[in-house]
């Protein structure tokens, strides 16, 4: 696999499931350019590199002078990249995992209150063109928001998975690892309903001597399944729809609503772990921070004593006079 193509997907992949912004992907193809042509004169690839490698290459950026926050923006975009290509199965290592850079603040993950997204799943309901469209898009949030999913599992998802009215969903993820997640009842209604619909517009390609497709999402998209970019411009629609700012709402968004509102409703965190497909508990563990950062928000905002201004006196005198 060519160089290029490790990039490319990568980027395609912050675009559709993170809704990384242009300059983003521009910083992130930069750096990944420069460091694969660093690696190239090193005699490596991004397949060949180890964790001295690029240790070794981030030692090079500081000899050049490069500033603290653009070296830090190369080693996280060389972790990004290490990170999706062990989900894809191209690595079984992260060689940047234990790398320590020279630091940056960490951002909390941003994510939905549970109103914003039920106003998301009402929006789906109605947005499309036709019954056919509003019955997907309705099927593919209620399918999004019940179970976690990445939008990569969701879009890929085959019409087998979703035969007999399942309770529980087996989802294959990225490197092959399945889980099994469970449907709630307004999910499997709106999966029952798009399946449907699904099936007689396969019984008519058919007809017509097409041969049938496997994926539960039918496109027409060289993939045959609809594809994560087409997913991330239905998501900004509905959004606008539901009076939700678009800004807010990714699909990747969504799977943070998920874990946020699970931890929230007294779930714990091994079980979010699970359903969210983490290797390591730890990466689930930033929704504790979210949770957190939330209930302080919730306190400054609405506790009488963090409320600025005189406090009115009970009236009362102590025994001492005071």
Known sequence: MSAAHWISAFLEAQAAELGAARNTLLAYGRDL????????????????AQQDTVEAY????????????????????????????????????????????????????????????????????TTGRSD??????????????????????????????????????????????????????????????WLAIRDRMEAERRAAGKTPSRYLFVSRSAAGHLTR????????????????????????????????????????????QTLLGHADVATTEIYTHVLEARLQELVLTHHPLAKDGPRKSSGKISSDGQ
């Open 33 to 48: 350019q420069d460091f694969q042509g660093w690696l190239a004169g090193a005699g490596h690839g991004f397949d060949t």
């Open 132 to 193: 056919r469209d509003r019955a997907r898009n309705s099927c593919l949030m209620e399918l999004l928001y019940a179970t976690g999913m990445r939008v990569s599992e969701l879009v890929t998802l085959p019409a087998s998975a979703a035969r007999g009215d399942p309770r529980m969903l087996l989802i294959q993820g990225k490197g092959g690892k399945e889980r099994m997640v469970p449907l709630s009842p307004p999910a499997r209604e709106a999966l029952a309903r």
């Open 229 to 272: 970019h087409r997913f991330y411009l239905l998501i900004k629609e509905m959004a606008v729809t539901a009076g939700v700012s678009p800004a807010k709402v990714t699909p990747h968004t969504l799977r943070h609503a998920f874990a946020t509102h699970l931890l929230a409703n007294g779930a714990d965190l091994r079980s979010i």
């Open 58 to 125: 981030l030692i090079h950026c500081d000899t050049q002078g490069l500033a603290r926050a653009t070296r830090a923006r190369r080693l996280s975009a060389i972790k990004q990249l290490y990170r999706f290509a062990f989900e894809e199965g191209w690595r079984s290592d992260n060689p940047a995992i234990q790398i320590s850079g020279p630091g940056r603040d960490k951002r909390l993950p941003q994510t939905l209150s549970e109103t914003e997204v039920d106003r998301l799943l009402e929006a789906a309901r």
